[in-house]
């Protein structure tokens, strides 16, 4: 099939897993509590506040036509009040950095993180929240222009997909030094936010950071993204199956009716059992997070997703996690062949963006995950791009080709 012509190629990052030292925020001060929930910190990242230049110049080498990367909240507003200029102009650079090598700036205001004084406040619970959250989003559209999608917050429903994970992680110990590192409850970090704050608080943000953003820069498409694993059931899980899709994706797609996007983020299949446990299908390959090594998931979810919702989709995070760098070409090469036979099929899909540009760092699980088309030496920074990325280079140059 022929690809659309404004169809989006690109890699995606987000600021505090490359940019370094986001010392003003509350994972920062999550990862120096002692003991961590975190297998360590993330230090300087791969660097990438100083380095956003020459990364950029890697997504145009490797003919991709979009970057989508994350403003840091907890830099443009350290304390609250206090708005940096300063890094308001550095984001700027970066967006005028994309634009001069033809590449579509994608911004993403809240990825997981957020300012320490917004944490102490109760983050995603704060009464005040989506209020702050739209002034955040106003300043960021006024001061950025060229931009070409806008994601407000990343993931918004993964803490009441994951709660169980993230919270069998914690141990009393690493809680209670969580929680004096923040000066709050855990649940004021993103990822550990409870099933109220998000539906509530966290919806109601978005609305607002949406309105806002649409009365400074009408007609810049604005949405949120979504974790979504395609879901699936052995004989008799169907009902279970259901049951998890209306609790983890049905509210947040209903709620992106009013989008003009919303971003598909999957990685992964989970297979419900009749028992109602769910988990990896019999037989299943690994990777190394643990996740079933199943690229045709993207696909299927788009598929779904277009079986009973019109809002348009872009895929904004689907990659391969692991070592073995070959495995991630071929992982590509289906997933991107399971989006255009979504598409032949009358899913909407208007981008495809691979997780991730650079090996970063990967949360609680520090820096052994590995899903980058670029390696980094973090001993010097070096980049290094793998061959998956080539493979990636030519499916991107050959995307509006007809295919037989």
């Known amino acids: 099939m022929r690809l659309p012509d404004r169809f989006l190629w690109g890699a995606a990052t987000a600021a505090h897993q490359v940019e370094g030292n986001n010392v003003n925020s509350d994972c920062w001060a999550l990862e120096h509590a002692a003991p961590s929930l975190f297998v360590e910190p993330s230090g300087d990242a791969a660097d990438q506040y100083h380095r956003f230049d020459q990364d950029v110049r890697i997504v145009a ?44 700036p994608v911004i993403t ?15 995603f619970a704060a009464a005040d929240f989506p209020q702050r959250f739209a002034e955040q989003a106003a300043r960021v559209a006024r001061a950025l222009d060229g931009i070409a999608l ?11 997909l994951a709660a169980p994970y993230f919270n069998a992680r914690a141990s009393e110990e690493q809680r209670a030094a969580a929680e004096r590192a923040l000066g709050a409850p855990l649940s004021a970090f ?84 009749a ?25 299927a979810v788009c598929e779904w997703i277009a079986s009973r919702w019109r809002t348009p989709m872009v895929v904004t995070e689907n990659g391969y996690v692991g070592d073995d760098d070959g495995r991630r070409a071929r992982f590509i090469e289906t997933a991107v062949a399971g989006v ?34 670029v390696g980094v030496d973090r001993k010097d920074q070096s980049r290094t791009v793998k061959p998956s990325a080539d493979i990636f280079r030519a499916m991107a140059e050959r995307a509006g080709q007809v295919e037989a």
């Not at 970057?67 to 308001?88: C, D, I, K, T």
Request: net charge negative; charged share 25%; with cysteine.
């Open 61 to 104: 080498d490797l003919g991709l036509g979009a970057y989508r990367f994350s403003v840091e909240w907890a830099r443009v507003e350290p304390e609250r009040g206090h708005v940096s200029q300063a890094v308001l102009d550095h984001y700027r650079r970066c967006v005028e950095a994309c634009l001069t090598r033809g590449i579509a």
């Open 275 to 299: 028992d109602g446990s769910v988990g990896l299908a019999g037989g299943a390959v690994a990777t190394t997070m643990g996740w079933e090594d199943r690229p045709e998931a993207v696909g």
């Open 109 to 123: 205001l809240h990825h997981f993180t957020q300012p320490r004084w917004l944490a102490r406040a109760g983050g």
């Open 340 to 373: 255009k036979q979504a598409m032949m099929r009358g899913a909407d899909v208007r981008g495809y963006f691979y997780w991730s540009l650079l090996d970063n760092f990967e949360w609680m699980l520090g820096y052994r995950q590995r899903f980058g088309l």
């Open 150 to 160: 806008v994601c407000t917050i990343n993931e918004l429903n993964l803490p009441v």
């Open 190 to 273: 993103f990822l550990f936010a409870g099933d109220e704050a998000i539906l509530g608080n966290g919806l109601a943000a978005h609305r607002a950071a949406r309105d806002a953003i649409r009365a400074i820069r009408p007609g810049l498409p604005v949405g949120m993204t979504l974790a979504i694993s395609e879901e699936d059931a052995e004989p008799g899980g169907e009902a279970h199956r259901d049951a998890r899709r209306e609790r983890f994706y049905a509210p947040f797609l209903d709620a992106a009716r009013e989008d003009d996007f919303v971003g598909v983020q999957t990685y992964s299949r989970m297979m419900s059992r």
